[in-house]
């Protein structure tokens, strides 16, 4: 933190010590994270049917959503304070520190209000039907109103990672979700307080609590340079926008993220039925660890192509890159054989239910197809991030998940046989477009290379 | 003694800043912050030039992120990038904050340096202003340019300056209880200017022995 701005190291050491150092921590912060989407999931998929599991299916839009939001202020706030730590000013960090809390606040209190009075109708639109409203009703219930503390405790993490407190952060993500795994089973089941879907979303917000508390104390600590005290609380406007005006951005990406999930789930369920709905997010939750894998991969990645793109060493640059595809074609490519010829056990995780576990089984397969060039697609993706061409990753990062896939989804269930098989194979034809387009822009992008090193 | 000067553009600041250093015999840092901060992290001075006392402001930082000198610090979705806006704006204060203990005696302009070094005893910030139409012809002869386009590009430029300033120092720029000495130039001229602050200066001085 108030150490050097711009580690040198980046344009010294071996590449490959470099992006083991710089990637496996956040590798390790985003498996906890699958992790824990994935535990809910198998308690409630076992423990209270195929039905309350496609309950959850549109109530993980609703969340990311309201993630997206939190990501807004969490975002703005510890860019901010990351800047006023790097010139000693702790007085501006702590009021952007106490900004944040109090924004947290109402920003948690507001989208929980909003949509606690307009729940059912958002649920259907996002996925539900009359089978699985109420267990999507009695899930959300509970997680909105506990939104103000799962807000302030990402936001707290945020804060703390910003802080020179990872490692804090870290033990934060890892407490909530070994918690997590611990009381969904004893609020959830009959033998123990026998709460049903209900016991799920009180265990995540009480894990999330015990976090949060513990985050408190060591925010309320007076000798930590960074710690909430009175005379931090007053809202200032322009405060305020700085952390929105940098918070949009991820915001808006996030969302972008949402509304998929929100046409995917009613495409299936238009042309499929809750089973269908069902299937998929047990889909997602698969893939997603294999997508983490990448994506952390990828955060290790950017500041050592970023500096030696700044430095002008092409050389590492393309090193570092191939690297890094490297892995992150095994990842994909490890994820494409367990999808292929394990989708069954990987199914078995979340239910035993035959007709739902044939309809994991049939969409796992179609979404896996190209998983192997996926990883190099969301690689070159962030390879534009890191050497300062943000139209390209954007375009990028949204083209797989949001561009291409909208279309499609709208327009192959018109003529596919059977028209749910439409819907499924929407994903991977978004998939092997949006590579194309990568490789394209990312031909385009190395010639360049080619002539700059020439010139120098 | 550090003089740290901060000014609007045409107030002809850097003038007087040449002027009290030759006075004193000691060196101005102003671009040369570019060079030493491109030295220090390796990085190719293109970028340390496009992030200069500027944060972007268009449409496209406004959607992806308007946190970085050149659109790209924040938009690259990582704070901590080493091309971030953010990330250079470190590296150039750490290069202030080197100078100002090697050189016990130097000027340095802009650049937040005022803030970088709020807490080095030995330092004197200063701003400079000038009445527009001063700054206006001052800033068309030097450039060659009609009235109104100078006029145009003084404003847009201070704008750059004061959000940048604003959005690395949470002060305001201008702000008259940011600096120990406000002055405008129009009134004593360049050469007036700088022998005020060097009359400043050596009170000062005098006052701390």
């Known amino acids: ?456 | 003694m550090i003089l740290t000067i901060s000014r609007q553009l045409g107030s002809g600041g850097r003038s007087a800043s040449r002027i009290i250093a030759e006075h004193y015999g000691i060196n101005v840092y102003d671009k040369k912050l570019i060079e030493l901060a491109a030295e220090q992290s390796g990085l190719h001075r293109q970028f340390f030039e496009q992030a200069d006392e500027k944060v972007s402001r268009s449409f496209r930082s406004f959607l992806f992120g308007s946190r970085s000198a050149t659109g790209h610090g924040a938009a690259s979705g990582s704070p901590g990038s080493p091309l971030s806006g953010d990330a250079l704006f470190k590296v150039q204060s750490d290069v202030i904050r080197d100078i100002a203990q090697r050189e016990p005696s130097c000027i340095i302009l802009g650049r937040c340096a005022d803030y970088i070094l709020r807490d080095v005893p030995q330092h004197i910030s200063i701003f400079i202003t000038a009445d527009i139409d001063d700054r206006v012809r001052r800033y068309a002869e030097h450039d060659g340019l009609s009235d109104d386009e100078a006029r145009t590009r003084l404003e847009k430029g201070d704008a750059r300056r004061a959000s940048y300033y604003n959005y690395y120092t949470q002060r305001r720029w201008g702000d008259a209880a940011n600096y120990d000495l406000c002055l405008n130039s129009s009134l004593l001229g360049i050469e007036g200017t700088a022998e005020l602050i060097i009359h400043f200066v050596d009170h000062y001085q005098a006052a701390q022995q």
């Open chain 1, 1 to 456: 933190m108030t150490g050097k701005a711009v580690p040198t190291e980046l344009g010294t050491e071996k590449i490959s010590k470099l992006l083991a150092k710089y990637a496996i921590p956040s590798i390790v912060a985003m498996i906890a994270s699958s992790i824990y989407n994935i535990v809910d999931s198998a308690y409630i998929g076992h423990g209270l049917g195929p039905m309350a599991l496609s309950g959850l299916a549109p109530t993980f839009p609703l969340m990311n959503i309201s993630a997206a939001f939190g990501a807004m202020v969490g975002v703005g706030a510890s860019t901010m304070i990351s800047v006023r730590l790097g010139q000693k000013d702790y007085r501006s960090a702590q009021q952007i520190l106490g900004n944040a809390f109090l924004m947290n606040i109402v920003v948690g209190v507001v989208l929980a209000v909003v949509t606690l009075s307009f729940l059912d109708p958002i649920l259907l639109f996002f996925g539900a039907s009359e089978n699985t409203l109420s267990y999507a009703r009695e899930y959300m219930v509970w997680i909105l109103l506990g939104n103000v503390f799962t807000h302030l405790y990402f936001g707290f993490n945020a804060v703390l990672r910003s802080a020179g407190h990872p490692d804090k952060a870290m033990k934060a993500t890892i407490l909530t979700v070994v918690l997590n795994c611990i009381l969904d089973p004893i609020f959830i089941f009959p033998w123990g307080l026998n709460l049903g879907i209900r016991g799920a979303a009180i265990a995540t917000i009480l894990s999330q609590c015990v976090s949060l508390s513990w985050q408190m104390r060591i925010l309320t600590n007076k000798n930590e340079l960074l710690h909430l005290h009175r005379g931090i609380y007053h809202l200032q406007g322009r405060i305020v926008r700085e952390i929105l005006s940098i918070g949009i951005s991820p915001c808006l990406m996030n969302l972008a993220a949402c509304t998929v999930v929100i046409f995917i789930n009613r495409a299936l369920l238009s042309y499929g039925d809750d089973y269908a709905v069902g299937a998929f997010s047990v889909i997602h939750k698969v893939s997603f660890i294999f997508i983490t894998l990448v994506m952390g991969l990828n955060q290790g990645m950017q500041p050592i192509a970023g500096y030696n793109y700044g430095a002008e060493r092409y050389d590492r640059v393309m090193k570092v890159l191939r690297l890094t595809i490297l892995w992150a074609t095994a990842a994909m490519t490890l994820g494409c054989i367990i999808c292929e010829f394990l989708p069954r056990y990987a199914a078995l995780i979340f239910t035993t239910d035959e007709q739902l576990l044939k309809e994991i089984v049939r969409g796992m397969r179609i979404n896996a197809y190209i998983f192997p060039l996926i990883g190099s697609q969301m690689v070159i993706g962030n390879f534009f991030q890191a050497i300062a061409k943000p139209w390209k990753a954007i375009f990028l990062s949204l083209s797989r998940q949001f561009l291409f896939l909208i279309p499609f989804l709208l327009w192959f269930p018109t003529f596919w046989e059977p028209a749910l098989d439409g819907v499924w194979f929407s994903m991977p034809a978004s998939d092997l477009v949006s590579c194309i387009t990568g490789f394209i822009l990312l031909a385009a992008q190395m010639k360049q290379f080619k002539r700059m090193s020439n010139e120098k």
